[in-house]
């Protein structure tokens, strides 16, 4: 082996001024999660604290004559940067950063207690350090809590020798179930499930593929996940089977988005609104728009490429033929309203004083739809909300009473969160009780949500109506106990929702927000079209905006745009000199 | 002499038609020792076709020529005997010039440019080899047997490699009417490995202009008032302005396109293999595939002021003599018409420019550039553009500097070059306003803002030029900003009214607004073209920024260098066709990549996340 002269940093040490070890203990220990080390017996007495880990060696010794460092310092590299960055702030430390990222990483400045700089630097792996071969990945593949099975899916070199730890089988034969039963990394039985294995090239990721398919609990398909987390396999990041069977050529860019969609399909109204988009649907209705262009704008280029030979396009009916393309395109970007919202479902608060009867009401509206209540650890999913269906859309319901169930918690952090319910769900649900005067809580939330779209519940009307008085939007007196309430809550959901028209399952729908903004720059190029040509623009640049109506549009349905072009002109004009 | 030392010459250019010519004018101009062979240098440009130089696009084109410091735009002022701007109504950034030459004045003018330039020698010599080693070129081997020897060659030999012409029955060998093709060269590049494919196109008949009635016709006058192509001309007019002429065919002319079509070597005879413009097609492909139209508009434009013949602009045929004189008496004005010259097709050999590189190199041999036809282009304007920036290049890499490249954004001569080497051709390209997907800003009143400067960093705009260009651009900004800021003292212009007292640019913004009706708040040393150059400035001031941002947000796309030997073979993910493609042209730019025909966006995409891993050309997905 190569010997060097100088060979490696052993320690780095930094003067602390004298009696300082506690402050520095908590700086360097608490906060930046320093292991401490004993000082040897023979240099304890001098005063002063070591640290070391595998990679660090920092002494802080005492110095008598103390002068802060101020530009010279030592920079640490943390693994958890925003939470080292959290605790320091929590801790009143003040965080100088850097806006210019170092080699592509987030990096600051603080001073210990003592006034010495310290930089940190956030450690997170670049791009750049991963290497060329890619980590096998797991994950759940179903929805969670919904459906009788849950898939494990593992994807990439290891996952076939993985499948052999978890399930004692020596190999699985390719595209066929397997019953097998399958014990955790230390042998501990798991599930009897079933194991498909589906052997590289011939797999939605192109790599190996191993999949699970487990009972239900999602307890158990969490497990499974760990067990293989431990036999080798990292979690995989949101989208990242998508991407590699992208990479390795299994999807279109289109392919993409649908499979997306159906990944975050709440609901089977979302689910074949993701099928029909992947059938091309949407396609066929932006090609259509796009042959509608297409004869004015070829016109328009063949009058100024020939212009002794073709006239331009007559204004009044391009005017007509921008019109119709206007609704066209304002309805292609309400359908993507709708698409959003069966994919995502839409937000309900319920709200009321005390007493009112919310919880009742929620649980009645859950009854026996009571899909998923989504405490699972690590999803992003807020605690308190609950899912129902009405007409196979989803309506998350965040529930504020349950807020204060959980209030005995954190009381600060659940005022916060019905707040925030309150302000940012798309509909609101006012619950007050029928039989007794209003309260002042009722009167004030009645006031607050004024303007918004609601729907006011006077509940308990079975013991009285006294409360009851016209209010603004809709509203429903009844019981929760009433069937025939309940109906027309429901109704009155589905109209706050996505009004009285049925949200057109089988239409197109656009799947990504790129595709939202493709529509939205299309409509605000016709726009900008229509305006010119109405303000007797030159048409060159109300063709200009046609341009990019139709390049926009090209996003959608992506063809040689200009070549095609130019085939329809020669088709359409006999030019030549 | 029987030969040059290998220093003697830095380029040397084949061929004395536009491209040529701009070729050998820019590499001479930039002061690298050059050398024009030519089968005969009398008949350098002599405008063979048609009489005309500009039009939608190819206008921009000359002006852009121009602008960098070429020869084109000062030749074609010189001999300018009918001017007009074309699309005056459709938009300012449409706008485009185009005159009619006297021919043999654009001749004179051309060798005697050419003559001015210390640098250049010119030669008559019909090259017949390439003389190449170890994958460079090293000079050319004539027919006489002479050898000359530089390492920087560039070929612009038009229709005449390999070229036929077809007239009837009749099929000879030739380059253009009356001059001997290249045979030799043809060869010589089809052994050297270059994909060649093969092209046609034609030119009309010629009538003796005392024999017409021109009563019967319908008049396109000139423009009253000078219109240049270039800056460093006078304003004046070159001579004498002639009005042009509009007639139709009938029935009668297409019934005898029809009678007669079993003698056309395109239809009965079936005698041409090429591909023909689809923008200049032959009468008999007008009357055939557009029989529903009852006539056709036919163009009668003098070829000089005293040259005998008019061009019949439109009436390209191959038919046999007889038939085009028939046809011709058949036309209102032309019915005691005299043929001068019949009109011919003629087929030629092209040299597929997806072969080159965005210099307009060839990949296979080192030095070797190619332009104009040859590359399978049509018109005299796309063939100058190619010769400029070939010329330039070569002299460029005679003296080991970087070379020109313009992007599209910058100019049509960009797209020009990107269409051509990245999606190549299969019919005569022609510029194409429709080509240009940047045109709010590729105006003709704006070529020197976007090139001249290029044009002087490589030294081809001389000091005279650069003075010009410097002081008009520093007075038009003065006046733009100043529209910004001075109020006009009314609230009326024309039919156009105002709430408050509108600032100079306010004004100019209505649509209907002119500069013309401004003119007496303007400073007045601003001189009227530079006063047009301001109204359209602010007049499309929002659709300018908005181009420019699209181009902003392409540009790391565009500027994203694709290594030269990345692997696309390792990448699973592209279509087989993508890959295949992107491995024979080896685009320079993820952009280029993108407009190659077969490339789709999901290929790019792929392509994108391949060029951010680490290490280029592992593949994605280990196995």
Redesign the interface.
């Given at each position: 082996m190569k010997r060097y002269a100088t060979a490696r940093i052993e320690h780095l040490q930094i003067a602390i001024p004298a009696g300082g070890e506690d402050a520095a203990r908590a700086f360097y220990g608490t906060l930046l999660a320093l292991r401490e080390v004993p000082k040897p017996a023979e240099l304890a007495p001098r005063g002063g604290l070591w640290f070391r880990s595998a990679s660090i060696a920092l002494h802080l010794g005492i110095d008598p004559d103390f002068h802060p460092a101020g530009k010279a310092h030592v920079a640490f590299a943390c693994g958890e940067y925003a939470s080292v960055l959290a605790r320091l702030a929590a801790a009143g430390v003040a965080v100088a950063n850097d806006a210019l990222p170092v080699e592509g990483r987030a990096h600051c400045y603080v001073a210990d207690p003592f006034g010495n700089r310290i930089e940190l630097i956030d450690d997170a792996p670049s791009?750049?350090n991963?290497d060329?071969?890619?980590p096998t990945i797991v994950a759940v593949a179903t929805p969670p809590g919904q459906g009788a099975i849950s898939v494990v899916r593992v994807s990439g070199?290891r996952a076939r020798s993985i499948a052999a730890r978890l399930t004692g089988a020596a190999a699985l034969a390719p595209r066929h179930a397997t019953r097998v039963a399958l014990v955790d990394e230390a042998g501990r039985a798991l599930d009897d499930a079933l194991a498909l294995s589906f052997p590289?090239?011939h797999s939605a990721?192109?790599?190996?593929v191993v999949e699970f398919h487990l009972h239900g609990a999602p307890v158990l398909a969490r497990e499974v996940v760990r067990a293989a987390i431990a036999c080798g396999a990292r979690q995989a990041a949101p989208g990242e089977f998508t991407r590699?069977a992208?990479?390795?050529?299994k999807l279109?860019?289109d392919g993409v988005g649908a499979i997306a969609d159906l990944i975050a399909a709440e609901s089977a109204s979302a689910a074949r609104a993701a099928l029909a988009n992947l059938g091309g649907a949407l396609r066929a209705r932006v090609a259509e728009m796009r042959s509608r262009l297409r004869e004015p704008l070829e016109r328009l280029?063949a009058?100024?490429?020939?212009?002794?030979?073709v006239e331009?396009p007559a204004r009044a009916p391009l005017a007509d033929t921008l019109g119709e393309l206007d609704g066209e395109l304002a309805r292609l970007q309400r359908d993507g309203e709708v698409g959003r919202l069966l994919r995502e479902g839409v937000s309900l608060a319920i709200v009321g004083p005390p007493n009112a009867g919310k919880s009742s009401l929620l649980n009645t509206l859950l009854g026996e739809e009571r899909a998923i209540v989504s405490d699972i650890p690590g999803t992003t999913r807020d605690s308190i909300e609950e899912r129902f269906f009405i007409d196979g859309v989803a309506v998350r319901a965040i529930d504020t009473a349950g807020i204060r169930a959980h209030a005995d918690k954190l009381e600060a952090m659940g005022i916060e969160r019905s707040q925030r319910a309150f302000e940012s769900a798309r509909i609101l649900l006012l619950v007050l009780d029928a039989s007794l005067p209003l309260s002042t809580q009722g009167e004030e939330l009645l006031a607050r949500s004024e303007g918004r779209t609601r729907i006011v519940f006077f509940n308990k009307a079975d013991l009285g109506t006294s409360a009851v008085r016209p209010v603004s939007g809709l509203s429903i007196c009844g019981s929760v106990r009433w069937p025939q309430t309940m109906r027309e809550l429901r109704a009155a959901i589905a109209q706050a929702g996505w009004g009285t028209e049925h949200p057109d399952l089988e239409r197109a729908h656009l799947a990504f927000g790129e595709q939202f903004d493709a529509v939205a720059r299309a409509l605000e190029a016709l726009r900008s079209a229509r305006a010119?040509l109405a303000?007797?623009?030159?048409?060159?640049?109300v063709?200009?905006d046609l341009?990019l109506v139709d390049a926009a549009l090209a996003h959608l349905s992506?063809e040689?745009a200009?070549?095609e072009?130019?085939a329809g002109?020669?088709a359409r004009f006999?030019?030549?000199? | 002499m029987e030969s040059m030392h290998s220093d003697d010459a830095g380029v040397i250019v084949v061929g004395g038609g536009h491209a040529g010519v701009e070729a050998a004018h820019a590499a001479a101009k930039m002061g690298v020792p050059t050398l024009l062979l030519t089968g005969d240098p009398s008949r350098i440009c002599t405008l063979p076709c048609?009489p005309s130089i500009g039009g939608?696009?190819k206008g921009q084109l000359v002006r852009e020529i121009d602008a960098l410091g070429g020869a084109m735009g000062v030749l074609a002022d010189a001999c300018s005997l009918h001017a007009r701007f074309?699309?005056e109504?459709?938009?300012?950034?449409?706008r485009a010039l185009r005159q009619l030459m006297d021919k043999p004045s654009y001749n004179r003018m051309a060798l005697r440019l050419l003559q001015t330039l210390p640098a250049l020698r010119i030669e008559a010599a019909m090259v017949e080899e390439l003389i190449v080693s170890a994958g460079e070129v090293r000079g050319v081997r004539c027919a006489d047997g002479r050898s000359f020897y530089a390492r920087r060659v560039v070929l612009a030999t038009g229709t005449f490699l390999g070229g036929k012409l077809f007239r009837g029955e009749e099929v000879q060998p030739g380059g253009r009417h009356a001059e001997a093709p290249a045979i030799g060269l043809s060869h010589a590049l089809r052994a050297l490995g270059f994909s060649m494919q093969r092209l046609k196109t034609g030119t009309p008949p010629r009538v003796d202009r005392t024999s017409v009635e021109y009563g019967a016709m319908r008049v396109q006058e000139p423009s009253a008032t000078p219109l240049l192509f270039s800056r460093r001309s006078e304003a004046r007019f070159a001579g004498e302005q002639l009005p042009c002429y509009?007639i139709d065919t009938n029935e009668r002319t297409h019934a005898l396109v029809r009678e007669n079509l079993h003698r056309s070597p395109l239809y009965g005879l079936d005698l041409i293999r090429g591909i023909g413009?689809?923008?200049?097609?032959s009468i008999e492909d007008?009357v055939i595939?557009?029989a529903h139209?009852p006539t056709?508009?036919l163009?009668i434009e003098p070829e000089g002021w005293d040259e005998p013949t008019l061009y019949v602009?439109?009436f390209?045929t191959s038919l046999p003599a007889d038939v085009q004189l028939a046809m011709l008496q058949t036309l209102p004005g032309m019915e005691r018409c005299e043929m001068l010259r019949a009109g011919y097709a003629v087929e030629y050999d092209m040299v597929a420019p997806t072969e080159l590189d965005d210099t307009l190199q060839t990949r296979r041999i080192a030095g070797l550039y190619h332009c104009g036809q040859l590359n399978g282009t049509s018109g005299y304007e796309e063939a100058a553009a190619q010769g400029l920036v070939a010329g330039a290049n070569a002299a460029l890499a005679a003296r080991g500097c970087e070379p020109l490249r313009i992007a599209r954004s910058e100019g049509y001569i960009g797209v020009l070059v990107d269409d051509l080497v990245g999606k190549g051709v299969d019919e005569p390209y022609r510029m194409?306003?429709?080509?240009a997907?940047h045109?709010?800003l590729l105006r003709h009143d704006n070529a020197d803002r976007r090139l001249t400067p290029h044009g002087r960093d490589i030294g081809l705009v001389d000091d005279s030029q650069w003075m010009v260009f410097t002081e008009e651009i520093a007075l038009l900004d003065r006046a733009v900003s100043d529209a910004e800021r001075m109020r006009l003292p009314v609230r009326e212009i024309g039919s156009e009214r105002f709430q408050a007292p509108p600032t100079l640019a306010e004004a100019l913004r209505r649509?209907?607004v002119r500069v013309a009706e401004l003119r007496s708040w303007l400073p007045e040393d601003l001189s009227a073209d530079l006063a047009e150059r301001l109204e359209i400035e602010v007049k499309?001031e929002g659709?300018v920024k908005r181009e420019e941002q699209a181009i902003v947000q392409a540009a790391r796309r565009e500027r994203l260098v694709i290594p030269a030997d990345f692997a696309y073979e390792g990448i699973?993910?592209?279509?087989s066709e993508a890959r295949e493609k992107l491995a024979r042209q080896r685009p320079r730019t993820l952009g280029a990549a993108g407009r190659i025909?077969g490339v789709?966006?999901?290929d790019i995409?792929?392509l994108s996340?391949h060029l951010?891993?680490?290490?280029h050309g592992?593949p994605?997905?280990?196995?």
């Amino acid at each position: 082996m190569k010997r060097y002269a100088t060979a490696r940093i052993e320690h780095l040490q930094i003067a602390i001024p004298a009696g300082g070890e506690d402050a520095a203990r908590a700086f360097y220990g608490t906060l930046l999660a320093l292991r401490e080390v004993p000082k040897p017996a023979e240099l304890a007495p001098r005063g002063g604290l070591w640290f070391r880990s595998a990679s660090i060696a920092l002494h802080l010794g005492i110095d008598p004559d103390f002068h802060p460092a101020g530009k010279a310092h030592v920079a640490f590299a943390c693994g958890e940067y925003a939470s080292v960055l959290a605790r320091l702030a929590a801790a009143g430390v003040a965080v100088a950063n850097d806006a210019l990222p170092v080699e592509g990483r987030a990096h600051c400045y603080v001073a210990d207690p003592f006034g010495n700089r310290i930089e940190l630097i956030d450690d997170a792996p670049s791009a750049a350090n991963d290497d060329a071969v890619e980590p096998t990945i797991v994950a759940v593949a179903t929805p969670p809590g919904q459906g009788a099975i849950s898939v494990v899916r593992v994807s990439g070199s290891r996952a076939r020798s993985i499948a052999a730890r978890l399930t004692g089988a020596a190999a699985l034969a390719p595209r066929h179930a397997t019953r097998v039963a399958l014990v955790d990394e230390a042998g501990r039985a798991l599930d009897d499930a079933l194991a498909l294995s589906f052997p590289a090239p011939h797999s939605a990721t192109g790599e190996d593929v191993v999949e699970f398919h487990l009972h239900g609990a999602p307890v158990l398909a969490r497990e499974v996940v760990r067990a293989a987390i431990a036999c080798g396999a990292r979690q995989a990041a949101p989208g990242e089977f998508t991407r590699r069977a992208f990479l390795a050529g299994k999807l279109d860019l289109d392919g993409v988005g649908a499979i997306a969609d159906l990944i975050a399909a709440e609901s089977a109204s979302a689910a074949r609104a993701a099928l029909a988009n992947l059938g091309g649907a949407l396609r066929a209705r932006v090609a259509e728009m796009r042959s509608r262009l297409r004869e004015p704008l070829e016109r328009l280029a063949a009058s100024i490429d020939f212009p002794d030979e073709v006239e331009e396009p007559a204004r009044a009916p391009l005017a007509d033929t921008l019109g119709e393309l206007d609704g066209e395109l304002a309805r292609l970007q309400r359908d993507g309203e709708v698409g959003r919202l069966l994919r995502e479902g839409v937000s309900l608060a319920i709200v009321g004083p005390p007493n009112a009867g919310k919880s009742s009401l929620l649980n009645t509206l859950l009854g026996e739809e009571r899909a998923i209540v989504s405490d699972i650890p690590g999803t992003t999913r807020d605690s308190i909300e609950e899912r129902f269906f009405i007409d196979g859309v989803a309506v998350r319901a965040i529930d504020t009473a349950g807020i204060r169930a959980h209030a005995d918690k954190l009381e600060a952090m659940g005022i916060e969160r019905s707040q925030r319910a309150f302000e940012s769900a798309r509909i609101l649900l006012l619950v007050l009780d029928a039989s007794l005067p209003l309260s002042t809580q009722g009167e004030e939330l009645l006031a607050r949500s004024e303007g918004r779209t609601r729907i006011v519940f006077f509940n308990k009307a079975d013991l009285g109506t006294s409360a009851v008085r016209p209010v603004s939007g809709l509203s429903i007196c009844g019981s929760v106990r009433w069937p025939q309430t309940m109906r027309e809550l429901r109704a009155a959901i589905a109209q706050a929702g996505w009004g009285t028209e049925h949200p057109d399952l089988e239409r197109a729908h656009l799947a990504f927000g790129e595709q939202f903004d493709a529509v939205a720059r299309a409509l605000e190029a016709l726009r900008s079209a229509r305006a010119a040509l109405a303000a007797d623009e030159a048409l060159d640049l109300v063709g200009n905006d046609l341009r990019l109506v139709d390049a926009a549009l090209a996003h959608l349905s992506p063809e040689a745009a200009s070549e095609e072009m130019l085939a329809g002109i020669f088709a359409r004009f006999c030019i030549g000199k | 002499m029987e030969s040059m030392h290998s220093d003697d010459a830095g380029v040397i250019v084949v061929g004395g038609g536009h491209a040529g010519v701009e070729a050998a004018h820019a590499a001479a101009k930039m002061g690298v020792p050059t050398l024009l062979l030519t089968g005969d240098p009398s008949r350098i440009c002599t405008l063979p076709c048609n009489p005309s130089i500009g039009g939608s696009a190819k206008g921009q084109l000359v002006r852009e020529i121009d602008a960098l410091g070429g020869a084109m735009g000062v030749l074609a002022d010189a001999c300018s005997l009918h001017a007009r701007f074309l699309n005056e109504s459709k938009g300012p950034a449409v706008r485009a010039l185009r005159q009619l030459m006297d021919k043999p004045s654009y001749n004179r003018m051309a060798l005697r440019l050419l003559q001015t330039l210390p640098a250049l020698r010119i030669e008559a010599a019909m090259v017949e080899e390439l003389i190449v080693s170890a994958g460079e070129v090293r000079g050319v081997r004539c027919a006489d047997g002479r050898s000359f020897y530089a390492r920087r060659v560039v070929l612009a030999t038009g229709t005449f490699l390999g070229g036929k012409l077809f007239r009837g029955e009749e099929v000879q060998p030739g380059g253009r009417h009356a001059e001997a093709p290249a045979i030799g060269l043809s060869h010589a590049l089809r052994a050297l490995g270059f994909s060649m494919q093969r092209l046609k196109t034609g030119t009309p008949p010629r009538v003796d202009r005392t024999s017409v009635e021109y009563g019967a016709m319908r008049v396109q006058e000139p423009s009253a008032t000078p219109l240049l192509f270039s800056r460093r001309s006078e304003a004046r007019f070159a001579g004498e302005q002639l009005p042009c002429y509009l007639i139709d065919t009938n029935e009668r002319t297409h019934a005898l396109v029809r009678e007669n079509l079993h003698r056309s070597p395109l239809y009965g005879l079936d005698l041409i293999r090429g591909i023909g413009p689809r923008y200049c097609p032959s009468i008999e492909d007008k009357v055939i595939k557009f029989a529903h139209n009852p006539t056709h508009q036919l163009f009668i434009e003098p070829e000089g002021w005293d040259e005998p013949t008019l061009y019949v602009g439109g009436f390209s045929t191959s038919l046999p003599a007889d038939v085009q004189l028939a046809m011709l008496q058949t036309l209102p004005g032309m019915e005691r018409c005299e043929m001068l010259r019949a009109g011919y097709a003629v087929e030629y050999d092209m040299v597929a420019p997806t072969e080159l590189d965005d210099t307009l190199q060839t990949r296979r041999i080192a030095g070797l550039y190619h332009c104009g036809q040859l590359n399978g282009t049509s018109g005299y304007e796309e063939a100058a553009a190619q010769g400029l920036v070939a010329g330039a290049n070569a002299a460029l890499a005679a003296r080991g500097c970087e070379p020109l490249r313009i992007a599209r954004s910058e100019g049509y001569i960009g797209v020009l070059v990107d269409d051509l080497v990245g999606k190549g051709v299969d019919e005569p390209y022609r510029m194409l306003t429709s080509r240009a997907e940047h045109r709010v800003l590729l105006r003709h009143d704006n070529a020197d803002r976007r090139l001249t400067p290029h044009g002087r960093d490589i030294g081809l705009v001389d000091d005279s030029q650069w003075m010009v260009f410097t002081e008009e651009i520093a007075l038009l900004d003065r006046a733009v900003s100043d529209a910004e800021r001075m109020r006009l003292p009314v609230r009326e212009i024309g039919s156009e009214r105002f709430q408050a007292p509108p600032t100079l640019a306010e004004a100019l913004r209505r649509p209907q607004v002119r500069v013309a009706e401004l003119r007496s708040w303007l400073p007045e040393d601003l001189s009227a073209d530079l006063a047009e150059r301001l109204e359209i400035e602010v007049k499309i001031e929002g659709y300018v920024k908005r181009e420019e941002q699209a181009i902003v947000q392409a540009a790391r796309r565009e500027r994203l260098v694709i290594p030269a030997d990345f692997a696309y073979e390792g990448i699973g993910a592209l279509s087989s066709e993508a890959r295949e493609k992107l491995a024979r042209q080896r685009p320079r730019t993820l952009g280029a990549a993108g407009r190659i025909p077969g490339v789709a966006p999901t290929d790019i995409a792929i392509l994108s996340l391949h060029l951010q891993r680490p290490e280029h050309g592992s593949p994605a997905v280990t196995r």
